[in-house]
């Protein structure tokens, strides 16, 4: 039974971390344009998540499984080749219309 409930928190947990972390950049960084606020909200969530994690019974297996599935959830799809492929310059040059509507014309950010 102690498994079922450990494999069910895991799955609890990597949910809400998930839903945390695609809103987050969803608001934060697409919609209120303020990246190094995402940088900073996902530093801080991540100190929150492992801080109360640790006050759970068998914390850390918990919280470390969790984390590392929602960082493999979140990662972003290989790019497809062939047809549907765009081109390298297309790409760039979508990025930086991007980085121009958020404010971002030159420097680390970019």
Known sequence: MSIILTILAIAFLTFVLNILIIQ???FIFIVFKKPMAWV???GLL???YFFIGSRFDNSFNI???SALLAFIVN???KAKK???AIDQKEKNKIVDEM???M???KGILK
């Open 75 to 77: 990662i972003p799809p």
């Open 63 to 65: 919280i470390w499984w």
């Open 103 to 105: 404010g971002i014309k």
């Open 82 to 84: 062939g047809d549907a």
């Open 24 to 26: 987050s950049n969803n």
């Open 99 to 101: 980085y121009s509507e």
């Open 46 to 48: 991540s100190f929150l």
């Open 40 to 42: 900073a909200f996902m």
